[in-house]
């Protein structure tokens, strides 16, 4: 082969779209023991000499490697079903808690000497502990599915969205030139939360307080960007709910002040 070497191939070959159905069985007349462990590590599920090589050999070979390859399958797809649960919520099928926080952290880094700005936007449910208490956790359930169901209609699809726990959620806008843009994403978000959803023939009512802390405007790392997402979605809780807060500077000292007294009166 004057254009590639065997492991080039190795590599070409496991690219293919066929690949995942392929077992590969290399042979050389080389003798370089090095040679045959970097075909395997390639992806080759087995290694013979040319000079070695009988019917006998080479049919046994090839079960070997299938057998191997095969193996190796089962274990990718028990791996990638771990990594999926490990990653999602069971309820919403969304990202969980875990999954999103190391993404953001991602998105922060990559985006250190990028001029775009990245917006969290948190999410929790108004009144959703009443509707659990007076409905039953199955309609409550049902309603987080519903929930999802209409913000992900306010969304493009490429956006990181999660389920944090409970009635909170979480979204990553990166890439955005302008806040306003975080804005407008919330705004939809909180509009359709005001229609009513049918569950058992019965209209329950589920509003959205949101919270927004902008990189780099508020914060340059990730615990600063969620905290003071969270104090400014407690904020638009307190302002009477329903509603789409960006995080001030006063809001924090609001929020440092109010633990401080509570913490003396205690």
Same mark, same amino acid.
């Given at each position: 082969?004057?254009?590639?070497?065997?492991?080039?191939?190795?590599?070409?070959?496991?690219?293919?779209?066929?690949?995942?159905?392929?077992?590969?069985?290399?042979?050389?007349?080389?003798?370089?023991?090095?040679?045959?462990?970097?075909?395997?590590?390639?992806?080759?599920?087995?290694?013979?000499?040319?000079?070695?090589?009988?019917?006998? +050999?080479?049919?046994?070979?090839?079960?070997?490697?299938?057998?191997?390859? $095969?193996? &190796?399958?089962?274990? %990718?797809? !028990?791996?990638?079903?771990?990594?999926?649960?490990?990653?999602?919520?069971?309820?919403?099928?969304?990202?969980?808690?875990?999954?999103?926080?190391?993404?953001?952290?991602?998105?922060?880094?990559?985006?250190?000497?990028?001029?775009?700005?990245?917006?969290?936007?948190?999410?929790?449910?108004?009144?959703?502990?009443?509707?659990?208490?007076?409905?039953?956790?199955?309609?409550?359930?049902?309603?987080?599915?519903?929930?999802?169901?209409?913000?992900?209609?306010?969304?493009?699809?490429?956006?990181?969205?999660?389920?944090?726990?409970?009635?909170?959620?979480?979204?990553?806008?990166?890439?955005?030139?302008?806040?306003?843009?975080?804005?407008?994403?919330?705004? +939809?978000?909180?509009?359709?939360?005001?229609?009513?959803?049918?569950?058992? $023939?019965? &209209?329950?009512?589920? %509003?959205? !307080?949101?919270?927004?802390?902008?990189?780099?405007?508020?914060?340059?790392?990730?615990?600063?960007?969620?905290?003071?997402?969270?104090?400014?979605?407690?904020?638009?809780?307190?302002?009477?709910?329903?509603?789409?807060?960006?995080?001030?500077?006063?809001?924090?000292?609001?929020?440092?002040?109010?633990?401080?007294?509570?913490?003396?009166?205690?």
């Amino acid at each position: 082969m004057p254009e590639r070497d065997g492991t080039e191939m190795i590599y070409e070959l496991t690219q293919l779209p066929t690949s995942s159905n392929t077992a590969i069985v290399m042979m050389s007349s080389s003798e370089d023991e090095q040679l045959a462990i970097d075909c395997l590590k390639a992806g080759a599920h087995d290694f013979l000499m040319k000079s070695e090589v009988t019917g006998v +050999r080479l049919r046994r070979a090839v079960l070997q490697a299938k057998a191997r390859f $095969e193996l &190796e399958q089962k274990l %990718t797809e !028990s791996y990638k079903k771990v990594k999926i649960l490990s990653e999602s919520d069971p309820l919403t099928g969304l990202s969980n808690r875990a999954y999103f926080e190391h993404s953001l952290r991602i998105n922060i880094v990559n985006n250190i000497r990028d001029k775009h700005k990245i917006a969290l936007l948190l999410i929790d449910l108004d009144n959703f502990k009443f509707i659990n208490d007076t409905y039953g956790h199955d309609v409550g359930d049902r309603l987080l599915l519903l929930v999802v169901d209409s913000i992900k209609s306010c969304l493009r699809g490429n956006e990181l969205f999660a389920r944090l726990g409970g009635d909170e959620f979480s979204i990553c806008l990166s890439n955005l030139d302008t806040a306003e843009d975080a804005s407008k994403v919330a705004t +939809r978000v909180v509009e359709t939360l005001t229609k009513p959803f049918l569950i058992n $023939e019965s &209209e329950i009512h589920s %509003t959205a !307080s949101v919270g927004i802390s902008i990189y780099p405007d508020n914060a340059t790392d990730f615990e600063e960007l969620f905290k003071q997402a969270d104090i400014a979605m407690y904020r638009a809780k307190k302002l009477g709910r329903s509603r789409v807060c960006f995080f001030e500077e006063e809001m924090q000292e609001q929020f440092y002040l109010r633990a401080l007294l509570e913490k003396e009166l205690k």
